[in-house]
């Protein structure tokens, strides 16, 4: 059984007048200790896959299977449930508070789980900053961290739950190219070492080609599912080229209605 399987989904936002298709027909399974890069132009759906399976949102319509269980027809709550028990969120801009300790954030998802004492929590939150190389910056504040420093205990703090599945959202976005380097070897490491599952939204071509599969979206459908990284470059380097073929078409069609 996949631990992850969404069968003909869509989602479709209702604008008054006008119905966006952010997603149409996208059906994909993802194995348990997979890593996967979800690549594709701006506005080509890979956003709104993301929060379909980080249980952020529901499809309009269609089967999204976490573990086996049924989450497209789950309540908000049974969501959050679900979510905060399998999942954990790595974000560009890293989301830490300005004026606790790294130890403090990562602790920060445990304050809500019952039947964890101080002691516990306090360790585990060590433990997971030891993971990610900080265990000599547990009592920095973001603001006395490098960038990368901040990512890893954004990372830590994901991990805090013991979650199955780690979802990063441009993890690497506001990095330098050598930090970003840096904490895709982590994602690897995480990845082969623990046995977590990844799955990365990104831009950078660099950072996809890390993953053992790729997935590629574009105008809200999958066009291309890959182990080949190659292959998935041509996919999206050909519809890039088709696109831009036919707006220079378009323009050339205008310029000659002026003359």
């Known amino acids: 059984m996949a631990l992850i399987e969404i069968s003909d989904v869509w989602k479709i936002y209702d604008l008054g007048e006008v119905k966006v298709e952010a997603l149409c027909e996208a059906s994909l399974k993802i194995d ?28 309009t319509r269609g089967s999204y299977r976490l573990a086996g269980e049924e989450v497209a027809t789950m309540s908000r709550d049974d969501r959050a449930g679900i979510r905060n028990r399998r999942i954990g969120f790595v974000f560009q801009n890293f989301n830490l508070l300005a004026r606790t300790s790294a130890l403090e954030n990562v602790e920060l ?9 101080t002691t516990a929590r306090r360790r585990r939150a060590e433990e997971m900053l030891t993971l990610v190389g900080l265990g000599d910056r547990m009592d920095h504040h973001p603001g006395q961290l490098s960038g990368g420093q901040q990512q890893r205990v954004a990372i830590a703090r994901a ?31 995480l990845n082969e070492e623990q046995g977590l599952t990844i799955i990365l939204v990104t831009h950078d071509q660099e950072v996809a080609r890390h ?41 050339g069609h205008e310029s000659l209605e002026g003359l």
């Open 109 to 117: 998802p445990l304050l809500y789980a019952k039947n964890i004492s």
């Open 159 to 189: 991990l805090i739950n013991d979650p199955a599945i780690l979802l990063g959202d441009e993890p690497t976005g506001n990095l330098d190219s050598k930090t970003s380097f840096e904490i895709i070897e982590l994602f690897r490491q």
């Open 211 to 251: 993953a053992n599969r790729t997935v590629v979206l574009r105008d809200g459908r999958i066009a291309a599912d890959t182990g080949d990284f190659d292959q998935a470059l041509q996919s999206l380097h050909s519809h890039q080229e088709v696109r831009s073929e036919v707006s220079e078409r378009s323009e």
């Open 32 to 59: 348990e200790g997979e890593y996967v890069a979800l690549i594709g132009p701006s506005g080509s759906g890979k956003s709104t896959l993301m929060n379909t399976l980080g249980c952020l949102d529901r499809p």
